[in-house]
T-cell receptor, first 114, second 117 residues
Framework: QKEVEQDPGPLSVPEGAIVSLNCTYS??????FMWYRQYSRKGPELLMY????GNKEDGRFTAQVDKSSKYISLFIRDSQPSDSATYLC??????????????FGAGTQVVVTP | GAVVSQHPSRVICKSGTSVKIECRSL??????MFWYRQFPKQSLMLMAT?????????EQGVEKDKFLINHASLTLSTLTVTSAHPEDSSFYIC?????????????FGPGTRLTVL
């Protein structure tokens, strides 16, 4: 079983719809949770960073963390064709020997159709 | 946010030659940088962790003599692919660890596409 599970998609939504993405994880030691967006042939771009359980909002993006269920989500409101990309969840634990190494999900390909 | 650059963005080389890729954190100091490899339609695969002033830590299955890593300063890490072969062709991405203000996350470079003929 992978430490981080993420549906690879593709997830196709019409422009203006809400995109809902999620990841589950098995390691309760994870403390930091991130969402990255990656366009084809580009490096990942950090979208959201959360530490505690709860919601965090930034513009059209909302990140949710539920540590009790080991479940994180990313919502994109009013989706645009430019949001078409692969979205990666990532998480890490703060230990002396982990150096902040990230565990990634497989990435979900999102396609927003005009 | 923070900016991480990589150079070159694309390189084509002949089999048997060595290629050096630079990773720079432009607006913050990073004691730790990471090197990843990514194949088409796959997630990132961590190759090694680079700590400033010490030897890199390689992930299992990654040849340290083939992928030489040097983290000589708080803003620069380099990856040298030695005696490159066609199977080394891939997308290489670096990241810099950001622990400012108590956060712990990574900012990624734009990637380097290596093609070995």
């Amino acid at each position: 079983q992978k430490e981080v599970e993420q549906d690879p998609g593709p997830l196709s939504v019409p422009e203006g719809a809400i995109v809902s993405l999620n990841c589950t994880y098995s390691n309760s030691a994870f403390q930091y949770f991130m969402w990255y967006r990656q366009y084809s042939r580009k490096g990942p771009e950090l979208l959201m960073y959360t530490y505690s359980s709860g919601n965090k909002e930034d513009g059209r993006f909302t990140a949710q963390v539920d540590k009790s269920s080991k479940y994180i989500s990313l919502f994109i409101r009013d989706s645009q064709p430019s949001d078409s990309a692969t979205y990666l969840c990532a998480m890490s634990q703060m230990t002396t020997d982990s150096w902040g190494k990230l565990q990634f999900g497989a990435g979900t390909q999102v396609v927003v159709t005009p | 946010g923070a900016v991480v650059s990589q150079h070159p963005s694309r390189v084509i080389c002949k089999s048997g030659t060595s290629v050096k890729i630079e990773c720079r954190s432009l607006d913050f100091q990073a004691t730790t940088m990471f090197w990843y490899r990514q194949f088409p339609k796959q997630s990132l695969m961590l190759m090694a962790t680079s700590n400033e002033g010490s030897k890199a830590t390689y992930e299992q299955g990654v040849e340290k003599d083939k992928f030489l890593i040097n983290h000589a300063s708080l803003t620069l890490s380099t990856l040298t692919v030695t005696s490159a072969h066609p199977e080394d062709s891939s997308f290489y991405i670096c990241s810099a660890r950001d622990t400012r203000t108590g956060a712990d996350t990574q900012y990624f470079g734009p990637g380097t596409r290596l093609t070995v003929l």
